[in-house]
């Protein structure tokens, strides 16, 4: 017994100072196939880039908010290399500690506006936000152009611990429909999707990790009606208290794209 307590004590007395490092110091971990592979801690960000205090209007909290951050492009830069906007890039994944997921193309990162932030200027340690009151920490990206919303899909993901740049169809095969045209009903209902849903949703155990999978081991529209799903999406909150959010800004073409989506996906 006197020797399993003097193994847990040693083990607690390493492993202690360990996490309070990863608490102080959080490491970001970088991917890209097939060459990156690597982790920054804050300390290693703050020798490379200068950070800067940011004032922005936070929408996930609702009001005013300062912080301590890098530009997401010059992260970018670093962890990836100048040309991470390559052709054979299609988008970026942004991965926090609760498994939830954010895919945003390209286009919007390389913009000016976005922060990777790592401190909350306003309060001792962060303030908590959203519906489960989570810590943002350690890492939140955010957004100071007032038209750089969700909406506009630009992600706005807390937690952060990875960040991999990716080409879509190769990351998640199952979620990319096979067999139609850009222009079709069924892609453009996959573009609805991948902005809107995929941030907590799977299909075929590919995708967010929040809510259900919508394709595995059934698919719903197996078992829920066109107008069912349709009137769901729109407004998951006339049924029941959920952390699904109210869809109201789409119209009934693309929740019908929606739908043809997975029924498309149901069958490939």
Same mark, same amino acid.
């Given at each position: ?16 100072p360990? =996490?309070?490092?990863? !608490?102080?110091?959080?490491a ?40 301590r951050?890098?530009?997401?492009? =010059? ?51 962060w ?5 489960k009151?989570a ?15 969700? !909406?506009? !899909? ?50 075929d ?11 595995a ?48 996906q149901?069958?490939?």
């Amino acid at each position: 017994m006197q020797q399993i307590l003097t193994r847990l004590c040693l083990t607690l007395c390493v492993w202690a100072p360990l =996490a309070a490092l990863a !608490q102080t110091d959080p490491a970001l971990r970088f991917m890209a196939v097939p060459a990156v592979d690597r982790s920054y801690t804050l300390s290693q960000f703050k020798e490379a880039l200068p950070a800067e205090t940011i004032h922005l209007f936070d929408t996930q909290h609702g009001k005013e908010k300062n912080y301590r951050g890098f530009p997401l492009a =010059a992260v970018l830069n670093l962890a990836f290399g100048p040309d991470w906007q390559h052709e054979n890039y299609t988008e970026m994944i942004f991965t926090a500690l609760d498994g939830y997921a954010a895919v945003s193309t390209l286009d919007k990162l390389g913009q000016s506006g976005g922060y990777l932030v790592f401190e909350d200027l306003d309060v001792t340690g962060w303030e908590l936000i959203g519906s489960k009151q989570a810590n943002p920490g350690p890492y939140y990206l955010v957004w100071s152009q007032p038209q750089q919303t969700t !909406q506009n !899909q630009y992600p706005w993901p807390w937690g952060i611990t990875r960040i991999e740049l990716v080409r879509f169809q190769d990351r998640y095969p199952r979620v990319y429909p096979l067999g139609v045209e850009d222009s079709s009903d069924v892609f453009q209902g996959f573009l609805t999707f991948k902005r809107r849903c995929m941030r907590c949703h799977a299909l075929d155990q590919q995708g967010g990790k929040i809510g259900p999978d919508l394709d595995a081991p059934q698919s719903v529209t197996e078992y829920r009606s066109p107008a069912m799903l349709k009137a769901y999406i729109r407004q998951p909150s006339a049924f029941r208290y959920t952390q699904m959010p109210d869809h109201t800004d789409l119209s009934e073409k693309q929740l019908d794209q929606i739908v043809d989506y997975l029924r498309h996906q149901a069958k490939q």
